[in-house]
């Protein structure tokens, strides 16, 4: 169990010479030891299930300083979630109180204690007392929509902090697309906390602007998805930034993305991190090439990783307790393992991910997996991004399909081919490595693809 | 474009892309015989539905599954109607 919460482990090597920078706010973190986000009300939030429903970041991220050590659980609802799911979240947390900011949608709220905070700070009358461990829960989007509740602890959360950032010459600058109330943003929370200092991003901020107010913050460390990434290449400001290291998680990296960024940050450390909500982090890879050592698993490290029907599981300190919730199914096998549903496959030494589990199309009964045609596609210097998906066919079942995202100009040499070039061009190189039920039938170029609120392509259930 | 030319040429590019040899498409000649496989045709009826607009096979009377080539003119010909 920690011995102290949040605050007291960011401030315990003396006072905290960072920042917490909102898009419109900037927060020194020294100021938090004697001012309060929640207009002085927290005692009435004390040992009790508190839903975190300010949509404004920076209002959240000062309430989660505040609360970790106070509150008997926090629930981190990204500000995407569904009005209508917030009474089974409520329920589902047994939440007794929540914290709320100007825009929360409250329609569907049927919780009495409501406590408004906000960025603007105020002087605290009394000192902050620790009371217990809090329990924190993150939401990953189930199946059916709904989201399943996911039971992190202080401990289980920071267990991968003890590594390469902390070690790195302090005081660091994270950054990150993410929204901090999901899994991947909430470490690098936590990272820059630690660490020094954390730039939020801002839903309403156009990438551009996000990636100047970085680099004007001196960012240093950034992580995002590779769809993250892939927009931030395609808005013109990529060199509003100049990190030493950079980081994708979240969805799979393909080769391409990591040459891109590479070239871009040429100084930079391009590493790809494997994490998930209910798995935590696994593993970080920092040689450039995607996949991973196929050495990562099967050894008894702090994480332990195996491959049961080529998907990948995890055991570790740092993987999610259970799921909360009447009649949850279970998170982790007896033996402790998380499986993580995503699908990998060995090749000369390296395991490659091979999509999830359930998103592989099926030509005629042969196997496809979308992102393995992305990654060929991808490899084309005109294309930006890529999605394959399934499309239904009266005779073979299912034909494979792709829509394209053209990197416009931002190449640097001259205009893109036309349509009917490129998809011929695209066609030819996906013939060329792929089976030919893999290829393509048909590949259509558009303007843009939709990225969903946690930063991944949305990909269409098939 | 009638309906048959571009079922024609259709054919005739996917075999290409497909590295098949399309036997000479007559009306009567045995869809088995005419050198495509079914991802061919599969990648034919995809491509015919956006071209053409339809899609014979998805309609909600039954259709037979055409044999010959010339059967299977005739089935885009009566749904383009």
Not at chain 2, 1 to 16: E, G, H, N
Request: net charge negative; hydrophobic share 40%; charged share 20%.
């Amino acid at each position: 169990m920690p011995s102290e919460s949040l605050w007291e482990s960011i401030s315990s090597a003396g006072s905290p010479g960072g920042r917490l920078h909102g898009v419109r706010h900037v927060i020194p973190l020294a100021e938090l030891a004697q001012a309060t986000s929640l207009g002085g009300r927290l005692e009435e939030l004390r040992e009790k299930s508190v839903l975190l429903l300010a949509k404004d970041q920076l209002t959240a991220a000062l309430a989660l300083i505040e609360l970790d050590g106070v509150a008997r659980r926090m629930v981190l609802c990204p500000p995407d979630l569904a009005p209508e799911h917030v009474p089974k979240v409520t329920q589902d947390a047994d939440a007794d109180a929540c914290v709320i900011d100007e825009t929360s949608e409250t329609s569907e709220l049927r919780i009495p204690v409501r406590v408004t905070a906000g960025p603007a700070l105020t002087r605290r009358g009394s000192s902050r007392q620790r009371s217990r461990d809090t329990e924190w829960v993150l939401l990953t989007s189930g199946t059916t929509g709904a989201p399943k509740l996911v039971l992190h602890t202080f401990a289980s959360l920071t267990s991968a902090l003890t590594g390469t950032a902390c070690a790195a010459a302090l005081p660091l600058v994270w950054s990150t697309f993410y929204d901090i109330r999901r899994y991947g943003g909430l470490q690098v929370f936590l990272r820059g906390l630690h660490a020094g200092s954390l730039v939020l991003s801002d839903p309403s901020e156009a990438v551009s602007d996000f990636l100047f107010r970085a680099g004007a913050a001196g960012v240093t460390h950034i992580s995002g998805t590779p769809s993250h990434w892939r927009r931030a290449l395609m808005s013109g400001a990529a060199a509003g930034i100049a990190p030493g290291y950079v980081r994708l998680s979240g969805e799979i990296a393909d080769q391409s993305i990591l040459d891109s960024l590479q070239a871009a940050y040429p100084a930079a450390t391009v590493a790809h991190a494997f994490a998930s909500t209910e798995a935590g982090v696994a593993f970080e890879v920092r040689d450039g090439q995607a996949g991973f050592p196929a050495a990562l698993v099967g050894g008894s490290g702090a994480v332990e990783l195996r491959v049961s029907e080529e998907t990948l599981q995890i055991r570790s300190a740092g993987t999610a307790l259970r799921y909360l919730g009447h009649g949850a199914e279970p998170l982790r096998a007896e033996d402790g393992f998380v499986d993580t549903g995503d699908r990998v496959e060995e090749r000369a030494g390296r395991y490659y991910f091979m999509g999830r589990r359930g998103g592989v199309i099926n030509v005629g009964g042969l196997k496809v997996h979308p992102e393995e045609v992305e990654a060929v596609i991808n490899t084309h210097p005109w294309v930006r991004m890529s999605l394959v998906r399934a499309r239904r066919n009266p005779i073979t079942g299912a034909v494979v399909t792709a829509e394209v995202v053209v990197n416009d100009a931002s190449a640097g040499c001259g205009k893109p081919p036309p349509d009917e070039v490129l998809t011929r061009e695209l066609t030819d190189r996906c013939r060329r490595s792929l089976a030919p039920h893999k290829v393509p039938a048909m590949i259509r170029i558009v303007p843009v693809l939709e990225v969903s609120p946690s930063g991944k392509l949305v990909r269409p259930l098939a | 474009m009638s309906v048959k030319s571009t079922i024609t040429a259709q054919f005739q590019q996917v075999a290409r892309e497909q590295d098949r040899m399309l036997a000479p498409l007559s009306d009567e000649l045995k869809l088995v015989q005419s050198g495509l496989d079914s991802l061919s045709f599969a990648i034919i009826v995809a491509r015919l539905e956006d071209s053409l607009g339809i899609d014979p096979f998805n309609a909600t009377e039954a259709v037979e599954f055409p044999v010959t080539f010339g059967d299977f003119v005739r089935l885009y010909e009566r749904f383009a109607k």
